[in-house]
């Protein structure tokens, strides 16, 4: 988004953060001109919309420093089963596989994700200041790991990013959103090839002594 406005400074972009499933209906209604969509919550008559494809991102589980999952050595996916989780939407499959992962059933009574938001930063702060574990994609918490405020568990999910870039046939938009949607591509691409650095390595100030 910084990359897009920095070349389009004087369009106005109104981001929403909402499920796919509601934001498929923002295409419909015309309300959206384009979405980023979990490909498994996209219906399956897709006539009327158009898809492109972003790379898949591996998801991986972030804590704290000084979690004490990160004392465990070589931890495996059931030494997760004791923890709770944060994290944003995730298709019902999905969770049911993570459960099955770490040996746990997930019920109503107790969800595998305990704190469910599409507010990342909020999550982020929550996973910083407890046990919990934030299970998302890097690119998410580049920022918190060069900080040093959240490390990533070496622990292999199975769980990916799959997500496409939406628009409805035959809309008729800003000529802005094309090239929005050729940066939402080539960035997930440099993710993909660990190309993106931390922001905040651009405020480091080196050490004096």
Same mark, same amino acid.
């Given at each position: 988004?910084?990359?897009?406005?920095?070349?389009?400074?004087?369009?106005?972009?109104?981001?929403?953060?909402?499920? @796919? $499933?509601?934001?498929?209906? &923002?295409?419909?209604?015309?309300? *959206?001109? $384009?979405?980023?969509?979990?490909?498994?919550?996209?219906?399956?008559? /897709?006539?009327?919309? /158009?898809?492109?494809?972003?790379?898949?991102?591996? &998801?991986?589980?972030?804590?704290? @420093?000084?979690?004490?999952?990160?004392?465990? !050595?070589?931890?495996? #996916?059931?030494?997760?089963?004791?923890? !709770? =989780?944060?994290?944003?939407?995730?298709?019902?499959?999905?969770?049911?596989?993570?459960?099955?992962?770490? &040996?746990?059933?997930? @019920?109503?009574?107790? #969800?595998?994700?305990?704190?469910?938001?599409?507010?990342?930063?909020?999550?982020?702060?929550?996973?910083?200041?407890?046990? *919990?574990?934030?299970?998302? @994609? #890097?690119?998410?918490? !580049?920022?918190?790991?060069?900080?040093?405020?959240?490390?990533?568990? #070496?622990?292999?999910l199975r769980i990916d990013g799959v997500w496409s870039v939406v628009t409805r046939r035959g809309r008729v938009t800003h000529s802005a959103v094309p090239q929005l949607i050729r940066k939402i591509v080539e960035v997930s691409k440099r993710e993909g090839d660990k190309r993106?650095?931390?922001? $905040?390595?651009? =405020?480091?100030?080196?050490? !004096? &002594?």
């Amino acid at each position: 988004i910084a990359e897009w406005h920095n070349a389009h400074p004087d369009v106005k972009l109104d981001l929403v953060v909402k499920e @796919t $499933v509601a934001l498929i209906q &923002g295409l419909q209604d015309e309300s *959206l001109d $384009v979405i980023v969509g979990d490909a498994r919550d996209l219906p399956a008559d /897709q006539d009327r919309l /158009q898809l492109i494809k972003v790379l898949r991102q591996s &998801g991986g589980a972030f804590c704290r @420093t000084g979690h004490p999952i990160l004392d465990i !050595r070589r931890p495996r #996916p059931s030494d997760l089963a004791r923890y !709770r =989780f944060a994290g944003t939407h995730f298709p019902s499959e999905l969770l049911r596989e993570f459960a099955r992962l770490i &040996g746990r059933e997930e @019920t109503e009574l107790r #969800p595998i994700i305990a704190i469910d938001s599409h507010n990342i930063a909020a999550l982020r702060d929550a996973v910083a200041e407890s046990d *919990l574990i934030l299970l998302t @994609t #890097p690119g998410t918490v !580049r920022n918190a790991m060069a900080l040093g405020i959240l490390r990533e568990i #070496p622990i292999d999910l199975r769980i990916d990013g799959v997500w496409s870039v939406v628009t409805r046939r035959g809309r008729v938009t800003h000529s802005a959103v094309p090239q929005l949607i050729r940066k939402i591509v080539e960035v997930s691409k440099r993710e993909g090839d660990k190309r993106l650095a931390p922001y $905040v390595r651009q =405020f480091a100030q080196p050490k !004096r &002594g």
